[in-house]
Structure formats: structure tokens, C-alpha cells
């Protein structure tokens, strides 16, 4: 190729690599090279177009999803935008180096959406808001926009839909307890429609127009808190609202006569007053003094009720008759003011204008006395009853109930005559399914019943006791129930609560419970006729068990006493018949003395061991010896081959114990003492005879 062409402000670097020829454009100046500096050699010996312009601004902006491109060599410092593959543009596709060196802001984005949808008198504008791209609409000048300016696009390529107006009327008029539902405007349409805002009701149109003359057509409906009353027989009705309620008038059709109150109003508990009118083949019936007349809707539309005013009482019916006339009342205004009214119930005047009965309304049951009376006075008897959805309450021996209403729901309160005390909760609740829960206390002659350690009591209406429960982990040994007596004082509590469960039976015995060191003891006692061996009380320990029983009751007598011996207890079993005897600890076997023999004896009711020299041998000393503190006493005697020792004045033979040696001494009588030495030693069959004499003292 021939020498690029140089270009103003630029200089040129050409470098190979591998046969392929490149040159690099550079500005001059300090200037920023927009677009692509490198040119090509190409085979046909000439060079690649440059596309790119010296420019005092910087890189020009980074579009979402675009990509810039320049024209061939140019002089208005324009740069070129396009979309990628799956988006659309909209906008301008270039922006400008202006004077200082800055570009001008972008118009135009691209968006995965097609074309906006246009919406009359309307223009818009595309955003890309955190990668969510939006259209706004901008009314013309002079029109108000009403609805949603924005719409979306969606992952599938499409808008939502405009929900917008551009109308040459006012905002829309606001309508209490309304709002314009934004979701049913369309820009081909001048209506605006409404809706009620969440527990409310619409009664009229909800559309209004706009005018020709630029006004909203009048709002002729309403939002209100009362459902809809339904239709009358036979009438139809308008609707205002007056001191912010709704009020309905109706008028009869057919050539029908309309007689009673023609209106029903929305009251503050969102319910509507009721229907108090007919419409009626007959006319209007005659007025009578000191009365008002009284529409009870029935099926049949023929029925009139008069009802007596201003301080006096009675009531009656006319009816329509066939030939389009009323039946003639018959009854009189006198005695006592109005009735009271009662929510929930209609009232009836019998028995000459001075007795009520009063009747509920369809699906309620009347609880109480439905009947008050005219007094002497001029004034009614107290009303003593309710209407409720539950039935009567349940009668309990020796109490009566009163039924009240709270917050909508109701509740009976029993309380007991005044000889009886009330055990239990006296107050129940009407349930869902409109039943009384069954009754959970007594009414009784007792007062409280006992406090029990570690228990508590609940009432046993069906029975009507008190049945007391052991803490939670304890068990209830005995009766858990007692008993109100005749005398206004209840049985006594005959159970304990306790870690242990039922202590074992014993045959032919009881047991009864007692408190030992704090700590809960069955003692066992036998029937009559039967005797106790063994151990009488067992006891409750820390892990729930109860230590071995160790007893029987038997119809033998006491066991045998056998010395030195007694009844094994830990070994006696209450089913078994048989007793295991233990001796006593004592001495081992007795020790053994030289040329003796050993025979028992028993001396003062304890056994002792003698013992006996051989033949041949005298026996000198006290030949026995006894258990003592388990160890045999020392046994003080000697046996001799020299035959019986001497006899000594004053004195008497002695034998301090047994020795090898055959030694005995002499001891002096009272009142002597002894000189020399007091001892014999037979050696060889003969006594060698001490040196001693008793002297007196």
C-alpha cells in the first residue's frame, strides 16, 4: 500500500507482523481519538477507511445494550449509537461534542420492548430506572392526566397496558368512601369509574362522563357500611344521603297503596332499619286518635297494626280485605306509657291493654320471663329476659342465672340461693355452635372444702361432690372424693398424695397413713382375730417405692420365744405361712481347758457351761463359766492330782484361774490377814504347804 493519507492534527505509526500491514493514527495536541485508530493494508493494495475524529471531549458515554460507531472522516464531531441484537431503539441515535468539550446527554434508549403504545392527546419519553424500563406519558398541553402515567415492560417483550386519560375535564370529584378504579381507564374513553374502598357497599352508578363543556356528569351513588337490603315487593326506591347516612325511599308500583314509613336508614352498626311498610290493594285506613300505624311485613301484605301513643297502651290488627276495605279495629288506648323496646324483639299488648308478651325474632330464643305487667302506677314491670342464639341455659339444683350480652357474644351468670355456696365457675360463654358448654360447679350447703397438701379439687356437677387430683408426679392414695353432710360440714379427705404408688396388700390386714420425720409411713394393723409378726410400717422413699414389707398377719398366736433366738423380720413374707427364727449374736464355741470335760446347764433362765475334771482328778474352784458381751467369762478352778488341799485355820481356798501350773491360794477369813505366803503347788501328787497364818486383826 501507498503512504496512508495523513490526516490534520495526527501522526502515523506503521508496523508488520507476518505480512500484514498496520497503521496507527494518533492525535496531536492532547486530544482524545474517538472511535478506531488502526487502519488495514488490504490485498487490494489499498487501506481500510479510518473511522474516528481528534476530539477535546472524553470517551463518549456507555449506553445499556448499544454500541457507538463513526461515520467516514468528519468535521461535526458526531458519534453514531445502535442497539444490540433484541433490543429496539427509540430516540435519537447521535450525540455531539459541544464547545466545552462535553457531549450532549443521550436521547434515546434501548429497550427489549417494541414500539410504546400511543394514547390519544398524549406523548412519552422512555427511562431506564435500575435495569427496569419504563414509558411516561405526558398529557398535551392544556389536558389533565388522569390514572397511571407509567407502564412497564415485560420480560416478554411487551408493555403493560395504559391506564390513563388525558381529558380536557378536572380532576375527578372525590367521592367519601370511593376511589377511581385506575385499572378500567382507556384513553378512547371520557368515563372514569368508581369503586368502594373495602368493606363498604355501592348503591347507584359508578360511572361519571365528561361533559362537552369540560364538567364531570353528577355522581349518583354512594358508599356505605350496610349491605344491601334487597328488594320489596311490588315497590322500588331512590336513595340520599342526609346528615352522612343513607336513606331509602320507596314507592309503590301497580297502582298499589304504600302504607306505613316509606324509609329505611343505614344506621351506625351497619345494619338498616327495618322495613316498616306495605304496598296494598287497599287504601290508606282511617286514623284513630292517639295512635300510629304499624306495617308488619308478611307474605301477604294485608295485614295493619295500630299501636296506642302519647302515655297509653293497647294495640290492633286491621286486615285487607277481598273487597279492598279494612276489617274495623277493635281495641282501646289507655293504662301505661309505650312498652320499653328490646333489640331483637317484637312485643304484643294482651289481656285488655295491661299485660306484654314479648317474642323474639326469627332464630332467636327468648331466656327469661317474656311478660311484664302495667302497674297501678302507670309504669311496667322490670323486663327480665334476653334474646340469644343459644337455647335456654341448663337448671342447676338450688341456683338461678341471669343472661347478659358482651361484645356481641353472650353469657350466663349463675348464682346460688342464699342457704347454698357456689363451688366452681358460675359464669359460661354462648359457644359457636350456639350451645352452653356444660356447667362445671355445684351449689352446696359446705363451704370451701379442705386444703390438701400437694392437691387440688374440682366439682363433679353429674354428681354433685368434690373429687380432689394430686399435684402433677404425685400419685392419690385412697378416696379422692368427698361429701357434703346434712350438717353443712364435709366428710373428711381419707387420701394422701404422694411419690408412692399403692402400697402392697397384705392379707387379712389394713393400713392407714402417718407422717414420720417427714416422711409419708404405711403402718399395717391386722383384722380382728389376726395377729402381727414382723415389721408394721414401711415407708415411701425418694425413687417412688416403698421399702420391703417384712410382716404377715396370722391366725396363730404370738411365735414361740426360743432363747437367744428371734423371728427373722427381713424374711417374713405375707403370703407365706412360715417363720424363720435367727439367733442372737453370741459366744463362739467355749475354751478348752486340760483334763476337763464340758456339759450345759441353765441357771437363772440363761445357759452357762460347766466343767467337770477327768476321774482321777479333783476338781478345786468354780468349774463355770457364761456368754457375756459375747466372750466367755474366765472359769476359776484347777483340776489336782493331789487330791483336796489342806484345810488352814481361818482361811479358805481360792482359785484366781486356770494355770498350767496346779497353784491355789489361801484367803483370810474377815478380820485376819494373812503373813507369809498364802499358796499350795501340788507337785507329784503332793501339796507343798506355804509358810502362813491368818492372824487376827
Known sequence: CTHPIPLNETSISIIENSGTYKATYNCNGGSNLIGNGV????????????????????????????????????????????CND??????????????????????????????????????????????????????????LLIGNKFINCLSNGTWTYPTLLCTECPAAPSVQNAAVNVDLIRD??????????PSYYMYGSNVIDCNINSTWTPTVFACIECVNPGNVTNAVFTFVMENGHMIFYYECQDELYLIGNNTQ??????????????????????????TSVIVEVSPYDRIVKYQCENGTIGAGNITCQSDLTWT??????????????????????VHGDRNVVYECDVGLNLIGNKNIECQPGGNWTDRSFICTVCAEPADVMGAMY???????????????????????????????????????????????????QNASFKVVPSDNNVVYECDSELNLIGN??????????????????????????????????????????????????????????????????WTDINLKCTDCPNPPNIMNAAVNTENIHHDDVTLTYMCNDA????????????????????PVVKYSCISGLTQIGFGYTACDNNKWTLPTFICSDCGPPPSRLNATVFVDNTQNDILINYHCDDGFNVTGLPTLQCEMGTWLIGNFTCVSV
Open 265 to 290: 336508614q343505614c344506621q351506625s352498626n351497619s345494619e338498616w332499619t327495618r322495613q316498616k311498610f306495605t304496598c296494598s290493594t287497599c287504601p290508606q285506613p282511617e286514623q284513630i286518635s292517639q
Open 587 to 606: 459366744c463362739t464355741y467355749p475354751p478348752h481347758i486340760q483334763n476337763t470335760t464340758i456339759e450345759v446347764e441353765v441357771i437363772a433362765g440363761d
Open 328 to 349: 274495623a279495629p277493635y281495641f282501646t288506648c289507655s293504662g301505661c306509657t309505650d312498652p320499653p323496646e328490646t333489640p331483637d324483639a317484637n312485643y304484643e299488648v
Open 402 to 452: 341471669t343472661v347478659e350480652k358482651f361484645n356481641s357474644n353472650y353469657t350466663v351468670f349463675y348464682k346460688c340461693d342464699d342457704e347454698f355456696n357456689l363451688l366452681g365457675n358460675g359464669v359460661m360463654e354462648c359457644q359457636s355452635d350456639s350451645n352452653w358448654p356444660d356447667h362445671n360447679f355445684i351449689c352446696t350447703k359446705c363451704s370451701q372444702p379442705p386444703a390438701v
Open 188 to 197: 378512547d374513553d371520557s368515563k372514569l369509574t368508581y369503586q368502594c374502598l
Open 480 to 545: 379422692e372424693n368427698i361429701e357434703c353432710k346434712s350438717d353443712g360440714n364435709w366428710t373428711y379427705p381419707s387420701f394422701i398424695c404422694i411419690a408412692c404408688v399403692e402400697p402392697p396388700v397384705v392379707k387379712n390386714g389394713t393400713y392407714t397413713f402417718e407422717m414420720i420425720d417427714n416422711n409419708h409411713v404405711a403402718r399395717y394393723r391386722c383384722d380382728g382375730g389376726f395377729t402381727l409378726i414382723g415389721n408394721d410400717v414401711i415407708e415411701c422413699q425418694l425413687n417412688g417405692s
Open 39 to 82: 487502519i488495514t493494508c488490504q490485498d487490494n493494495l489499498t487501506w481500510t477507511d479510518p473511522l474516528f475524529f481528534c476530539s477535546e471531549c472524553s470517551n463518549p458515554p456507555v449506553i445499556p445494550h448499544g454500541n457507538l460507531h463513526i461515520d467516514l472522516i468528519q468535521t461535526d464531531q458526531l458519534v453514531y449509537y445502535d
Open 86 to 143: 433484541g433490543y429496539n431503539f427509540y430516540g435519537e441515535k447521535y450525540i455531539k461534542c459541544e464547545n466545552d468539550d462535553t457531549w450532549t446527554n443521550p436521547k434515546f434508549i434501548c429497550t427489549p420492548c417494541i414500539e410504546p403504545p400511543s394514547v390519544q392527546n398524549a406523548s412519552y419519553k422512555i427511562e431506564n430506572i435500575n435495569s427496569n424500563y419504563e414509558v411516561l406519558y405526558e398529557c398535551d398541553v392544556g389536558l
